[in-house]
């Protein structure tokens, strides 16, 4: 289709403000799907979203519209992810687009992410579409969220539409609203071809599945073509589009949006944000803005039985396949065995990946507290990283240590502006600026270290605002800071897999609480069982299990030996399970305990 | 009845690899039972006492087993001395008749102190009796009560007394204690009366809860406080001190006597020995096979009746599992195991699995040696469970 005629845009809403129902609507009004076919969000694709009502992948559906004008329009809904994880992610959805619709809660207002991913769009010189959804609901204040709005855009709060995605109220209008402000695209269909990869999802039939905006040129089927950043060279199997079944096609022209098959068999070789071009002009200027997915939050993942190792490697090999973004290399610990350091770009895609494994693959795991990613200073002027606390190497051995800093903003009613800041301030926070929405809302921003949002950050923000403080960040860089290992010793021995990195203020605080907590979970012993936080070789916290002094039967009843025998027996098989860490047994279930994060607080 | 002379060091409390042959008799009958029990005993049965005396007469009559004559006899319960004494008089006559009683052997009965006086003690004496393990349980008063018992302490101290005019000289007294109910005073004040009394040993077992007592349903609802594992280790040692300052040595976990009354029968269950076994719920063993009756009595008196068996069940022991038997049975002992013996008896294989193990214990000082024998050391007598279970 003509330029002319093509709308690309993407939703940018919070989790629970109506997102996947305004698409539901438009693939309805459009006559995209049929009133039969409808099932309720329909764009999202995994059973796990369906169940969090979240979308972590994006996916594109064109639409046909016959617009008031009596012309028929294309319009490409491009949709995003949800989740301060992707947001790298969010931006080449977004640079796929020429507009966005700002879809906000009218009994909410606008939350934090959708505020970044807000700044993120007006920053891509995006037109704004602002909506108001919901408004069927009595809690609804249409006027006062309008207003905020209004204000947050420069626009006037009439400007600003009101719909109800779920009962379809005012999505006719909208749809005429994109088709007049919405740019079409302007990329040059005579120039050489260039796409820009937006998502990229692994298939179990048909391999990668690239999803790609063309910005110059165009896409033929069966042509030779390469993905500039990975160098691959393959040919186009498949090119066609969603809607929202996939329809292949013959070829893709400027402005169009589709997917891309390639016989690729794992997302890292079709990576988001790389350039699709013709294989003679592999050559040709990259789209801007590619970036190499970078894990942020690092964990040990081990199996509860040992046995099952080679299971979590196979099904750590499979998800990768779909999931560029997941690094993850094998590591042993004394306390857990052998498992694997993983890295993630965030605590929810470790948790989503944690809940993959358990789900798909029918595996019970453990994981150890998530840390951050760590850059040190050797004395010898090598600077290396450090993403399992074991590594980090004798404080003798550095000159310096560097951390992740991000860039964060909160959302929240002015009544917990206090509470806020307090919050941050207690975390290493650092006052950025303050602007208030409205008189009743302010976004705050703070410079904080990453280290330190990870351990129940979002909970303690949560609960201390009751809930209404909404929180996004994004990487600022690496600080250096002053970052000590804190080790935790069982009768002198170290666990590694209680081993953390924290600021030195804060070492003593996680000392206390993990020996106090180990000393109420690991059973009593023969022999008293120090528990010590170390800096080194300096103790910083220390707890005794008192060594029991009873553990016999009285006697036994009328000669029935056998009876005593089986209690030892079951005694010894409990010993058996127990793992041992120097002479101290420690019951399995002692370290699933102690490293529950962390609804105790750790680390604050 | 066959004649042999008991040897004088039978009964000074050693492990022994040949500790005699032994018979135990069960009377599954109570007037009241007490929360915290979970032995094999039943109220209200009193219609049964004849007919399941007869029964075990009949049942001690076709014993078909090979079997020496008895080191030691013991009547278990229960509360043997709700029977009458010519009743149980009876119950060993036919032991001495079937199986054969050595000159010298150790016959004891349990007696609960409200039970007897001194004529039931003389009778009991004339019967053949030898030695007497009275129910004393404590002499507090509130902790008798809160236990359940029947009888006060002036009833127990009398009891004690009357055995002893009656011409007793073998008197053991059964104590509980680290009840929930015990103060340090009271627990103090029952060793220090059953010391007095005259005693020449004492049993002193700690309460435990056993799943399925009254007792563990109060406390596992809040109603009664848990026992107190250090403080029940407290009392032990508080026990220790003062029957060692009277004369008395432990020579098992639970068990002190004075020099030469230690009991043969309980030594005999601690070295692995062979003991048969009449009655309701009553366990037996020989060489390595140990089976067991229904625990019913009028089950046991019908089986009898019918003449078909009273086992319920059995195992036969493999030989490798016998040697680590012994020794788990054998630590009990304060003596502890002689090795030699042991390799003798059960081979030296079992021995040589363990050897790193045994090292291991005796170099944290748990473990004692002492020539050929190995021991609990004296600190880890209440740890036994979690040392023992090691070596199994």
């Known amino acids: 289709m003509d330029q002319k005629h093509q709308r690309a845009i993407a939703v940018i809403a919070h989790i629970d403000h109506g997102k996947s129902t305004l698409s539901d609507r438009l693939l309805q009004l459009t006559g995209t799907v049929g009133d039969r076919d409808m099932r309720a969000q329909y764009l999202d694709r995994m059973d ?54 700002l879809l906000v809660d009218a009994a909410q207002g606008i939350e934090a992410q959708t505020l970044t991913n807000l700044y993120l769009a007006v920053d891509a010189g995006l037109e704004v579409i602002p909506i108001l959804n919901k408004i069927d609901l009595p809690a609804a204040q249409p006027d006062r969220y309008g207003h905020e709005l209004a204000q947050l855009i420069g626009c006037e709060p009439e400007e600003v539409h009101r719909i109800s995605a779920k009962t379809g109220e005012g999505v006719a209008e909208l749809l005429e609203e994109i088709v007049r402000r919405v740019p079409s695209p302007k990329g040059d269909p005579e120039a050489p071809l260039r796409a820009l990869v937006f998502d990229s999802i692994y298939d179990a039939y048909r391999g990668v599945i690239a999803y790609l905006r063309v910005v110059d040129g165009r896409i033929r089927s069966r042509e030779e073509i390469a993905f500039v950043a990975t160098g691959v060279e393959v040919e186009a199997d498949e090119i066609g589009i969603m809607a929202p079944d996939p329809i292949p096609v013959n070829q893709l022209e400027t402005g169009e949006v589709g997917y891309l098959i390639s016989g690729i068999k794992e997302v890292r070789l079709a990576k988001v944000g790389d350039t699709v071009t013709t294989r003679h002009n592999r050559n040709a200027e990259p789209l801007p803005g590619y970036r190499e997915p970078k894990p942020m939050v690092f964990a040990g993942i081990y199996p509860v039985e040992g046995d099952d190792f080679p299971l979590l490697r196979d099904a750590l090999d499979k998800l990768q396949l779909n999931d560029a973004a997941l690094v993850y290399e094998p590591e042993s610990s004394t306390a857990l065995g052998f498992g694997f350091r993983c890295g993630f770009l965030g605590l929810l895609h470790m948790e989503i990946v944690r809940e993959r494994l358990e789900r798909e693959f029918d595996l019970s795991l453990i994981a150890t507290a998530p840390s951050v990613g760590y850059e040190i200073e050797l004395t010898a002027g090598d600077r290396i990283e450090v993403h399992n606390p074991t590594d980090m190497p004798d404080p003798s051995k550095f000159e310096a240590v560097y951390e992740p800093f991000v860039d964060v903003l909160v959302v ?162 409990g010993k058996r399970r127990m793992k041992q860490i120097g002479t101290v047994e420690v019951p399995q279930t002692a370290f699933i305990e102690a490293l529950r994060v962390d609804s105790d607080g750790a680390g604050s | 009845m066959s004649v042999a002379i008991a040897p004088a060091r039978a009964r000074s409390g050693q492990w022994s690899a040949e500790p005699g042959f032994g018979v135990y008799v069960h ?128 009833v127990a101290l009398a009891a004690l007394a009357a055995a002893q005019r009656a011409g007793a000289t073998d008197l053991n007294a059964d104590l509980i204690y680290g009840s929930p109910w015990e103060r340090p005073g009271d627990w103090v004040r029952s060793l220090e009366g059953v010391i007095a009394a005259g005693t020449q040993h004492v049993s002193a077992y700690a309460l435990s809860v056993e799943e399925s007592t009254p007792l563990h349903t109060l406390i596992s609802t809040g109603r009664v406080p848990d026992v107190d594992g250090d403080v029940q280790a407290e009392r032990h040692g508080v026990a220790h001190e003062h029957l060692q300052a009277a004369g008395f040595q ?38 390595g096979r140990r089976w067991w009756s229904v625990r019913l009595p009028r089950e046991f008196i019908s089986a009898v009746e019918r003449d078909v068996t009273t086992e319920a069940g059995y195992e036969q022991l493999e030989d490798s599992q016998r ?54 050391a004296p600190r880890s007598t209440m740890l036994g469970n979690d040392i023992v279970c090691r070596l199994l």
Not at chain 1, 56 to 78: C, F, H, P
Not at chain 1, 418 to 435: F, I, P, S, Y
Not at chain 2, 258 to 286: E, K, M, P, Q, T
């Open chain 1, 48 to 101: 796990l979203e369906r169940e969090r009502g979240i979308t972590i992948k994006a996916a594109a559906v064109r639409m046909n519209y016959e617009a008031d004008d009596g012309k028929t329009y294309q319009i490409n809904l491009i949709d995003t992810p949800g989740h301060v994880d992707f947001g790298y992610e969010v931006s080449r959805s977004l640079a796929a687009c020429d507009g966005v619709l």
């Open chain 1, 412 to 573: 929240t009613p002015t009544d917990y502006t206090g509470t806020v800041m307090q919050l941050c301030q207690g975390r290493r926070g650092d006052l950025q600026a303050m602007n208030y929405l409205s008189p009743e809302r302010v976004e705050i921003h703070y410079q904080m270290p990453l280290g330190e949002i990870i351990f129940d950050f979002f909970d303690q923000l949560k609960s201390q605002t009751k809930g209404y403080a909404s929180l996004d960040y994004e990487p600022a860089g690496m600080r250096q800071s002053k970052l000590v290992r804190v080790d935790v010793l069982l009768n002198a021995q170290p666990v590694d897999a209680f081993s953390t990195i924290v600021h030195r203020d804060k070492a003593y605080d996680y000392g206390k609480t993990m020996t106090e907590r180990l000393r109420k979970l690991i059973p009593r012993q023969l022999f008293d069982v120090p528990i010590q936080a170390a800096i080194g070789s300096r103790v910083i916290a220390r707890e005794t299990v008192k060594a029991k002094r009873k553990d016999v039967t009285a006697k036994c009843y009328g000669g029935d030996i056998t009876r005593k025998r089986k209690l030892l027996e079951r005694q010894k098989e």
């Open chain 2, 27 to 154: 009377i599954p009958f109570c007037r009241h039972r007490c929360h915290y029990c979970d032995f094999n005993t039943y109220e209200g049965l009193d219609a049964l006492f004849a007919p399941y005396v007869d029964a075990l007469v009949a049942d001690i009559d076709r014993f078909e087993g090979e079997a020496p004559p008895a080191t030691s006899v013991f009547f278990g319960g229960g509360t043997p001395t709700l029977l009458e004494p010519g009743q149980l008089g009876r119950i060993l006559a036919a032991v001495g008749q079937r199986m054969g009683i050595e000159r010298g052997a150790e016959i004891t009965v349990e007696v609960n102190p409200e039970t007897v006086d001194e004529a039931a003690f003389d009778a009991l004496l004339t019967a053949g009796f030898n030695r007497f393990s009275v129910g004393v349980q404590s002499l507090a008063p509130h902790v008798l009560e809160a236990l359940g018992r029947e009888h006060s302490a002036e």
């Open chain 2, 250 to 287: 432990r020579y098992e976990t639970s068990n002190w006597a004075v020099d030469g009354r230690a009991s043969r029968h309980n030594v005999l269950y601690w070295s692995a020995g062979n003991y048969a076994g009449f009655g309701a719920g009553a366990h037996a063993h020989i060489d």
């Open chain 2, 323 to 376: 040697g680590p038997e012994a020794l788990m049975l054998g630590l009990r002992l304060t003596s502890g195991v002689e090795l030699g013996a042991l390799a003798r008896a059960y081979g030296e294989e079992f021995l040589a699995e363990r050897a790193p193990t045994i090292e291991q214990l005796v170099g944290s000082g748990l473990l004692e040696r002492a020539g050929s024998w190995l021991r609990l």
